[in-house]
């Protein structure tokens, strides 16, 4: 088992350039969560999914943020444009059934200068 | 609002001695509560959790926690610290009713042994 993967493990970016954050969760997980981890908030739960079905995109900041999950075995988080207070650890997350553990990658750390 | 809070930023213990990491929660219904480690430059990794059943939860790693229903606490406890427990704890709570997997997570303490 590969764990959760996600790419790049760390991305640099101009200002009002888009980027894409890639995840593949592990095999036969139902549900796949996106997180944000920055010292100044912690840890915020932007969007997940079930089924490969978007549930809750409460958290998603705002419209510049956009969620995908064309199939089981692939995720994106696109920010377009991104701004420098996007700056942030990106995680994903997959789990199995409802109140099971949840596997998280090992990031993604995104700067935008 | 369902919530987690970690009281403290920093635990320091000295190596081989009991540590205890707090967490109290505020909840409808029963509480679903998760302890989670990060290492750095690492994902949070999973230690234990609370459904339901006994208020003492084994873990990993030699950890447990306790579940008090009157203090509305899921303190994380160890008996004798290691050098190699230095990491951040995250305490989080399922919300939401119906099928969810949805953690909402604490701000997390940093807890450092001392060798």
């Known amino acids: 088992d590969a764990g959760v993967i996600q790419s790049p493990r760390h991305e640099v970016t101009e200002m009002g350039q888009e980027v894409t954050l890639r995840c593949k969760p592990i095999s036969g997980h139902d549900y796949l969560f996106w997180y944000r981890q920055t010292m100044m908030r912690g840890l915020e739960l932007l969007i997940y999914?079930?089924?490969?079905?978007?549930?809750?995109d409460s958290g998603m900041p705002e419209d510049r943020f956009s969620a995908k999950m064309p199939n089981a075995s692939f995720s994106t988080l696109k920010i377009q444009p991104s701004e420098p207070r996007d700056s942030a650890v990106y995680f994903c997350a997959s789990s199995t059934r409802d109140n099971s553990p949840l596997h998280f990658g090992n990031g993604t750390r995104l700067t935008v200068t | 609002a369902q919530s987690v809070a970690q009281p403290e930023d920093q635990v320091n213990v000295a190596e081989g001695n009991p540590l205890t990491v707090k967490c109290t929660y505020s909840?409808?219904?029963?509480?679903?509560l998760f302890w989670y480690v990060q290492y750095p430059n690492r994902g949070l990794q999973f230690l234990l959790k609370?459904?339901?059943?006994?208020?003492l939860v084994k873990g990993s790693y030699g950890f447990e926690a306790e579940f008090n229903k009157s203090q509305t606490s899921f303190h994380l406890k160890k008996p004798s610290a290691l050098v190699s427990d230095s990491a951040l704890y995250f305490c989080?709570?399922?919300?939401?009713?119906?099928?969810?997997?949805?953690?909402?997570f604490g701000t997390g303490t940093l807890l450092a042994v001392q060798p």
């Open positions: 909840v409808s219904g029963n509480p679903y």
């Open positions: 609370y459904i339901t059943g006994d208020n």
């Open positions: 999914f079930n089924n490969n079905v978007p549930i809750d």
């Open positions: 989080a709570v399922r919300v939401g009713g119906g099928a969810t997997n949805k953690l909402i």
